[in-house]
């Protein structure tokens, strides 16, 4: 599995967007880029995932550069109820290989 | 609501005690991961379990065991507790045969302390 590396930490302020980049340099042809968030004693929650190019959902939108050594994922204009963990995990999609490795996570602090 | 539900919530116990924790999958999914996630860092996966076989193996000793029913639900068992066990065990469902083995559906976790 493809090592990732992202801040430990980031503030921003409510109403802002948020940008977190993940750097996965070993990243295979067969993986997909894949963001979790997590809240204290929770488990974590699946906020989107990407190929290439860029996704959006409700939630977020994920940057990919055709390169695919690195990702970004994109919170527009987040509240105080987004101070979580965010965790950016690569992998294989093909069922081969299942177990996700997650890093530390970036921990974002929303300030009001 | 991911639909996955662990119990119990919170345990206890004393070192060199046994532990068995419960995880029931979402619904429609067959495939059970358990990880362990001490405080501050991120889950690191213990095990997976699919079609009651233990499919992959992190690295964890022999201590941690588990089991996956019929029904697709699952359990986690650990023996010979060391106050290093003290962590959120998380179980995550997913639907492997759909291909998303990716999108994993986290329960909320046991918290277990060790003392």
């Known amino acids: 599995l493809a090592k990732t590396t992202q801040p430990i930490s980031m503030d921003s302020y409510e109403g802002q967007e948020v940008n977190i980049t993940c750097s996965h340099n070993n990243i295979a042809t067969n993986d997909y880029i894949t963001w979790y968030q997590q809240f204290p004693s929770q488990g974590p929650r699946f906020i989107i995932q990407?190929?290439?190019t860029k996704v959006t959902n409700e939630v977020a939108s994920l940057f990919i550069p055709a390169d695919r050594k690195s990702s970004t994922l994109s919170l527009p204009r987040v509240s105080l109820s987004d101070t979580a963990v965010y965790y950016c995990l690569v992998g294989d999609m093909s069922g081969r290989d299942d177990k996700i490795i997650f890093g530390k996570g970036t921990r974002l602090h929303i300030l009001p | 609501d991911a639909g996955v539900t662990q119990s119990p919530t919170h345990l206890i116990k004393t070192r060199g005690q046994q532990v068995t924790l419960r995880c029931s999958p979402k619904s429609g999914h067959d495939t059970v991961s358990w990880y362990q996630q001490a405080l501050g860092q991120g889950p690191q996966f213990i095990f997976q379990y699919y079609e009651e076989e233990e499919r992959q193996r992190g690295n964890f000793p022999d201590r941690f065991s588990g089991h996956q029913f019929p029904n697709y639900s699952s359990e986690l068992n650990v023996n010979a507790l060391l106050l290093g066990d003290s962590a959120l065990y998380l179980c995550a469902s997913s639907l492997v045969s759909a291909g998303e083995s990716y999108e994993q559906y986290f329960g909320p976790g046991t918290r277990l302390t060790v003392t």
């Open positions: 990407g190929y290439k």
